[in-house]
């Protein structure tokens, strides 16, 4: 039964790999097989994809063109050169659209903004500003983050401390950032964050279909179709969490709905009000048709923005600060100074106020996103034929890959230093935080496409942050690994295993 599920492609490509690369699996560059292209070197080494690239880009200087088997159409750019970027994604933005592929690739997510172009694109961008700017609902971001830790994550923590025990603290992040967003999006808390851990069905489906989507990336198209049409493998585990997400999504829609039918109109809220209450309530002034379908889509995008980079981010960053004692002293400090001298040394949490004179923690912060980008990599297509800065030549069928993960790692771009984790950098003498172009630092896109919830995320980021570093102590299990997994979100592939203790009596 286990050979049926895992599928018979699988286990030949599998072989293959494993015979082809024996003898070659330390080159920097991918192979050029007869036939087969450079696809066996990336399927043998995906656990590692991310290294791996940045092996390469160093190599190549900076882009390098990855060859895929023949007649596949998996012919791939990959460039971290930051005057490609600007130009891709700034200069001649028209002519690098996602592309037709990418949202095949990507179909779970329906015509949300993730995969809209064009004309598409705009009106979902519109709406969605329209949405992050509003007062009313950043009066809710603020309330729902600070409800959010100090009445779930905190009693967590809390109790982590009291029994001793281990907890992966990715995990934890997980739901935290999944609670909140479920909140912002839908107003409804799930209540993920509990001392229980309970199952999550939808968390998991999230986790399930990004991870199949990876594999579509590896692989021919007409294979993952093959196993879509077929319902094995990967395609299978993405069928179901697309089933699950449905399900849920449709769930919450007329949950919603009913309770606006029984109150006439929702009542303005002193605390604001979460998107799907907006675009009911907007649909008219919105210019769009806020159909089940509309809305589903927009949900499961936004639910993804918010739950898995936020929480991806808080991850690594707390394991960077908790193995660098330097820089967690130094926040500290900074925390001290900027709180009345009465409550240094004693537990408390922080108001946006507070947090946006966290000079140092925004830099921190900066600096983690940099080494270790929540989503790793994106990818273009050019409309028509182009040249790229670099000299290198682009066609429509050729797809163009950023590796973000690959960029931060990169001398040329960030000095020698670059694999050090040195929230300095971000600084500038006159204390205050340096500006680095978005085409050097893509964490939150560049261009037209620069992420709308900027500064949703750093208020997300800088509550949790602040809370656990100046609250608690956060020591990593010895001998756990930590390494990237193989996914379209860079999460730890044996998750965040830590023991906390508390600071204060």
Known sequence: MALIELGYIEIFLTMLCFFLFYFFRDSKYPINWP?????????????????????????????????????????????????????????????FP???????????????IFNADLDM?????????ALITHQ????????????????????????????GSIVDLQDLFQRFTFDTTCILVTGYDPGCVSIDFPDVPFSKAMD????????????????????????????KKLIRARET????????????????????????????????????????????????????????????????????????????????????????????????????????????????????????????LRLYPPVPFQHKEPLEKDILPSGHKVHPKLKIMFSLYAMGRMESIWGKDCLEFKPERWISDRGTIKHEPSYKFLAFNAGP???????????????????IIHNYQVELVKGHPIEPNASIILYMRHGFKVRISRRWP
């Open 35 to 95: 036939i087969f292209g450079m696809l066996p070197g990336a399927l043998y080494h995906i656990q590692q994809i991310h290294e791996r690239c940045t092996m390469t880009m160093r190599a190549s200087g900076g882009t390098f063109l990855f060859k895929g088997p023949w007649f596949a159409n998996m012919d791939m750019l990959s460039t971290v050169d930051p005057a490609n970027v600007h130009y891709i994604m700034s200069a001649n933005f028209m002519n």
């Open 98 to 112: 996602k592309g037709p592929k990418f949202k095949e690739m990507f179909d779970v997510l329906g015509n949300g």
């Open 121 to 129: 694109w705009k009106i979902q961008r519109k709406t969605t500003r």
């Open 136 to 163: 009313q609902f950043y009066k809710f971001l603020v309330k729902t983050s600070r409800d959010k830790v100090e009445k779930g994550l905190i009693p967590v923590l809390d109790y982590i401390c009291d029994k």
């Open 208 to 235: 399930d279909a990004e991870e199949a989507i990876l594999f579509r990336h590896a692989l021919p198209e007409i294979i993952w179709k093959l196993q879509r049409w077929l319902r094995i493998g990967e395609e």
């Open 245 to 368: 997400l449905d399900y849920t999504i449709s769930k919450y829609i007329s949950k919603k709905r009913d309770e606006l039918k029984e109150g006439d109109k929702l009542k303005e809220s002193e605390e604001g009000f979460d998107l799907l209450t907006f675009y009911l309530k907007e649909e008219e002034n919105l210019g769009v048709k806020c159909d089940d379908n509309y809305l589903r889509d927009t949900i499961l995008n936004l639910m993804i923005a918010g739950r898995d980079t936020t929480s991806s981010a808080l991850t690594w960053f707390i394991w960077l600060v908790s193995t660098n004692p330097q820089v967690e002293k130094k926040i500290r400090d900074e925390i001290n100074f900027i709180i009345p001298k009465q409550e240094v040394g004693k537990w408390r949490l922080f108001n946006v106020q507070e947090l946006n004179k966290l000079v140092y923690l925004h830099g921190a912060l900066c600096d983690s």
């Open 449 to 467: 496409r620069t992420c709308l919830g900027k500064e949703v995320a750093f208020t997300q980021m800088k509550a949790v942050a602040a809370a």
